[in-house]
């Protein structure tokens, strides 16, 4: 089922998406932090003299030279020639151009002119603005990696989602795998519900209504019951 499908708030969407930016924003602060340090360590070499700052030039161009298999393999893994994932193409370019901007930051502090040089500015502009697609893009792989893997793990643990007991007004006719229909009793005039469905479990709940699936659910064979929550139902939930 598409998000779409169920219709989730904007809010309802950042909640329950919000475990899938703990990694993503754990990585970009440490990777900060290493450059950070780095920063720091290159500065502090520049200004030790002029063997620090041929030190530091030679290490630009290294880090330089290992953004051209970066690259290289960033345009494979997006053309699908190689296979990493749907984070491999932003993370391997995006890094890349990262790896490209910091080493000439570094080359242009040895000089001890500012950065960015007059004819480079709008190469930096883009420069950044791509990085920056890059990170969106990874973090948009990664959720949805994520939501795929937590999918099969809750369809390998349907026993975890409340188990629910529906009454209705109506016969439902679901014959379904699982599912439990038996006819309530006449209790008189003030008994509006006839049939009580058990063997459902809650997979979501959005804009007043439930999606409720079999106990017995597969992704092969699965059905899903899209039910309005109103007077004509009455529903009670029960661990198991």
Same mark, same amino acid.
């Given at each position: 089922?598409? !998000? /779409? ?12 998406? !919000? ?16 450059? =950070?340090? #780095?920063? *720091? ?6 200004? !030790? ?14 880090? =330089? ?13 997006? &053309? ?20 490209? $901007? ?19 500015? /709008?190469?930096?502009?883009? !420069?950044? #603005?791509?990085? $920056? ?10 959720? *949805?990696?994520?939501? *795929?893997?937590? /999918? ?34 006449? #209790? ?22 439930? &999606? ?16 309005? $929550? ?6 009670? &939930? *029960?661990?198991?």
């Amino acid at each position: 089922m598409d !998000s /779409a499908t169920i219709g989730f708030s904007g809010q309802d969407l950042l909640l329950r998406s !919000s475990a899938a930016l703990y990694l993503p924003a754990g990585v970009l602060l440490c990777g900060a932090l290493v450059v =950070a340090g #780095a920063y *720091h360590l290159a500065t502090r070499t520049v200004r !030790s003299g002029a063997e620090g700052r041929r030190a530091v030039r030679r290490a630009c161009r290294v880090v =330089a030279l290992l953004a051209v298999p970066l690259v290289v393999l960033g345009f494979l893994a997006g &053309f699908e020639v190689i296979d990493a994932g749907p984070t491999g193409t932003p993370l391997l370019l995006g890094g890349a151009l990262l790896l490209v $901007v910091l080493a000439r930051l570094l080359a242009v502090r040895t000089t001890g002119a500012a950065y960015p040089l007059t004819g480079e500015r /709008a190469a930096l502009g883009i !420069s950044v #603005a791509l990085i $920056v697609l890059c990170s969106f893009w990874t973090v948009g792989g990664f959720a *949805h990696q994520k939501g *795929h893997r937590d /999918a099969e793990w809750l369809a390998r643990n349907l026993a975890l989602r409340p188990a629910v007991v529906l009454d209705t007004t109506e016969r439902l006719y679901l014959q379904w795998a699982g599912v439990d229909e038996r006819a309530l009793p006449d #209790a008189g005039a003030g008994q509006k519900f006839r049939y009580r469905y058990r063997g459902l479990r809650l997979l979501a709940q959005a804009n007043d209504r439930m &999606f409720l699936i079999p106990r017995d659910w597969t992704w092969k064979e699965g059905n899903v019951l899209i039910l309005p $929550v109103d007077a004509n139902v009455r529903i009670a &939930f *029960h661990p198991g």
